[in-house]
T-cell receptor, first 112, second 111 residues
Framework: SQQGEEDPQALSIQEGENATMNCSYKTSINNLQWYRQNSGRGLVHLILIRSNEREKHSGRLRVTLDTSKKSSSLLITASRAADTASYFCATEGSSNTGKLIFGQGTTLQVKP | DGGITQSPKYLFRKEGQNVTLSCEQNLNHDAMYWYRQDPGQGLRLIYYSQIVNDFQKGDIAEGYSVSREKKESFPLTVTSAQKNPTAFYLC??????????FGPGTRLTVL
């Protein structure tokens, strides 16, 4: 089962612009994570936000979490061509099994 | 050089054949996971193991089998019962119910 739905499915922007991706989920969570995947490669962890946090920053990344709306957003500021990749949100439920449920991803293209 | 490795990078399977995908980690992580990714899709959990000699089915375990005899290793066998095995397979490990670290993946194609 896939809990997360991501929006938009694809995003194309110019270098230097900001990119915003949204993720919605269905059940209560312990945390929500964002991962990045370059084409044909494994996933790389970007940032984790816990259910009692509302906003988190890491470099050019800003993540927000609204548990009342069961949604999260990932903002990449001042995008670069190297940011071109697919971005996935993943939620870890309250069962503490470590199981992650992934969304279908947003494909970001940053044009130089 | 710590990390998680998968082999082979590309694998071709004939109809009715079992194949085994390797996943090894030297991060001393207790938990390991196998995911399947189809084109343009997110990851779906096949099996996971939170400790040596124990593993649980994920959302799409049918046609797959695993073993966890060593902490470092979590091989996945794609059996002939899996009718549509062509996909990208990703292995991950974690030290807690938290961040997962992924291998580079194995692309399996059925001939």
């Amino acid at each position: 089962s896939q809990q997360g739905e991501e929006d938009p499915q694809a995003l194309s922007i110019q270098e230097g612009e900001n990119a915003t991706m949204n993720c919605s989920y269905k059940t209560s969570i312990n945390n929500l994570q964002w991962y990045r995947q370059n084409s044909g490669r494994g996933l790389v962890h970007l940032i984790l936000i816990r259910s009692n946090e509302r906003e988190k920053h890491s470099g050019r990344l800003r993540v927000t979490l609204d548990t009342s709306k069961k949604s999260s957003s990932l903002l990449i500021t001042a995008s670069r061509a190297a940011d071109t990749a697919s971005y996935f949100c993943a939620t870890e439920g309250s069962s503490n099994t470590g199981k992650l449920i992934f969304g279908q991803g947003t494909t970001l293209q940053v044009k130089p | 050089d710590g990390g998680i490795t998968q082999s082979p990078k590309y694998l071709f399977r004939k109809e009715g054949q079992n194949v085994t995908l390797s996943c090894e980690q030297n991060l001393n992580h207790d938990a390991m996971y196998w995911y399947r990714q189809d084109p343009g899709q997110g990851l779906r959990l096949i099996y996971y193991s939170q400790i040596v000699n124990d593993f649980q089915k994920g959302d799409i375990a049918e046609g797959y089998s695993v073993s966890r005899e060593k902490k470092e290793s979590f091989p996945l066998t794609v059996t002939s019962a899996q009718k549509n095995p062509t996909a990208f397979y990703l292995c991950a490990s974690s030290s807690s119910a938290d961040t997962q670290y992924f291998g580079p993946g194995t692309r399996l194609t059925v001939l």
